[in-house]
C-alpha cells in the first residue's frame, strides 16, 4: 500500500518535465559557454592574456577578472626545504601556512622555493546591467 502511495508522488509528467528542462539547461549552458569563449577571446586580443578587462556597450558593462592561486609542488619543495634543514616546515607535505610564515619572518627567502612554486589563473566573466 505505501508503495502505491509512493507512485502517486511522482508522475509521468514530471518526469517528462525534468528530461525536458534537462535538456534545455545543457543548451542554455552550451550557449553561455559560447560566448564566455567570445568574450575571453575579445579579451586575449584588446587587453592581453590572463590580463583583466572592462567594456561598457549601452547600459551593459563586460568585466573579466583573472584569478590567481601559487601552490607549492610537493616534492621539490619538500626536497628544497630537507636541502635547507627546515625540517620543521614539512608534514608530510609542505606546510603552506608554515612556510608563508617563515618567508614573512625573513627566515627563508622567496628565491630558496621560486621554482616550487606554482600559479594558476582561471578567467571569469560577469554581465551586468548598469542602468
Do not use: H
Not at 70 to 80: G, I
Amino acid at each position: 500500500m505505501v508503495k502505491k502511495d509512493i507512485e502517486f508522488l511522482i508522475t509521468k509528467e514530471m518526469l517528462a518535465q525534468y528530461v525536458e528542462l534537462n535538456r534545455k539547461k545543457k543548451e542554455v549552458e552550451a550557449q553561455l559557454d559560447q560566448l564566455k569563449k567570445v568574450f575571453n577571446n575579445y579579451f586575449d586580443v584588446s587587453v592581453g592574456q590572463n590580463v583583466k578587462g572592462e567594456i561598457t556597450i549601452s547600459d551593459y558593462k563586460l568585466q573579466r577578472q583573472i584569478r590567481t592561486t601559487e601552490k607549492f609542488e610537493q616534492d621539490l619543495t619538500v626536497k628544497r626545504l630537507e636541502e635547507l634543514n627546515m625540517n620543521e616546515l614539512i608534514q608530510k607535505k609542505p606546510d603552506e601556512v608554515k612556510i608563508k610564515s617563515a618567508l614573512n619572518l625573513g627566515l627563508l627567502n622567496t628565491k630558496d622555493l621560486e621554482d616550487c612554486i606554482i600559479t594558476n589563473s582561471s578567467q571569469a566573466i560577469y554581465v551586468k546591467n548598469v542602468e
